[in-house]
């Protein structure tokens, strides 16, 4: 490697004296236009330096001479954006489910709102399309756990499941493999039975003398909350075993595991989180999700009594109008009366 510089015979512009096996390297200028915009470049950049919020200082930073704040702008959209929909929102939180029935462009408003609501709160457990996954309901299927009016829907958002909420809804399925309450082969015998009591018994093919068995153990420590018959009880959140959706997971095994370990999730509490509106935005949304169950209506309200009216005065009447009474005749009881 050398280091003499001279100027190159060819281009005739100066090397920088370095050369490799005959290889010369050229110091050719950077071209005048380039450097220009470079010089430039520095410029803007030290006033943006003195305009804009620029060099961090310890937990804080340079405001620069504008005071311009992006997080402020957005906070300030936000703010506006909360304003102009405010009045929709109080509407939609004081609207009744027979109000929401018969105001389309109520409606639409809580679809949106309860779309958009659902994709920054409940999409990462539900789902894009609501459609769940193995631990997380469901929410198309129209098979509700707690009760699929709108009422239902809104209150198991407010106070959720399990959750921190001192009206929480709640349900504990015991882990009767876990906590030793069965053997391995009473669990095995009632997942047997419990496949008998739906759909599943066509994909699954029960073993028939394991589900007999396992017959006598459900009676004894599951139908109390499943029912007799596997249809659940929405009163304390007990799952229907009949109608073969499982949320975690229809297989055998999958059954089984779940009497074992008795598993439960954990949804948590909206109240406090979300105002009552978007609640009630986000319950709309979910009621359509799946087909939604319809509200009870309510009682029809008593007939008002209405007054006796008062008696006409007696008229008097005339010797002559009266019934002529004959003292030899005995006397009589008017009909319908007793001694």
Request: glycine share 10%; hydrophobic share 35%; charged share 15%.
């Amino acid at each position: 490697m050398s280091n003499d510089r001279h100027k190159d015979e060819v281009s005739g512009t100066d090397t920088t004296g370095h050369e490799w096996d005959g290889l010369k390297e050229l110091d050719t200028p950077l071209p005048r236009w380039w450097l220009y915009i470079f010089y430039a470049t520095i410029a803007v950049a030290v006033v943006y330096w003195v305009l804009m919020p620029a060099w961090p200082i310890g937990r804080t930073y340079t405001p620069g001479l504008l005071h311009y704040s992006d997080r402020h702008n957005v906070a300030v959209d936000v703010a506006a954006l909360q304003n102009a929909r405010a009045p929709m929102y109080a509407r939609l939180a004081h609207a009744t489910p027979a109000d929401l029935e018969h105001d389309p462009q109520l409606q639409q408003f809580a679809r949106a709102a309860g779309e958009s609501a659902f994709g920054d709160h409940c999409r990462t457990c539900h789902g894009a399309g609501g459609g769940g996954q193995a631990g997380y309901p469901n929410l198309t299927d129209d098979v509700w756990l707690w009760g699929g009016s709108l009422t239902e829907i809104e209150h198991t958002i407010n106070v959720g499941i399990r959750s921190e909420n001192p009206q929480t809804r709640t349900s504990m399925m015991p882990a009767f493999g876990r906590l030793q309450m069965l053997t391995p082969e009473q669990i095995s015998d009632t997942a047997e039975y419990v496949i008998t009591l739906g759909p599943a018994a066509s994909r699954l093919h029960p073993n028939v003398p394991a589900a007999q068995r396992g017959a006598a153990i459900y009676g004894q420590q599951c139908a109390v909350c499943h029912g007799v018959t596997g249809a659940g009880d929405r009163s304390i959140g007990a799952p229907s075993l009949s109608d073969d959706v499982w949320l975690y997971g229809g297989s055998r095994e999958a059954i089984r595991t779940q009497i074992e370990l008795g598993r439960g999730g954990v949804m948590p509490t909206w109240q406090g989180t979300l105002d009552p509106g978007t609640i009630r935005a986000l319950a709309f949304y979910v009621h359509e999700l799946g087909g939604g169950e319809p509200d009870a209506q309510p009682a029809p309200a008593a007939p008002t009594p209405t007054p006796p009216r008062a008696a006409a005065p007696a008229r008097a009447t005339t010797a002559s109008a009266a019934p002529a009474i004959d003292p030899s005749q005995p006397a009589t009881q008017p009909s319908g009366t007793t001694q």
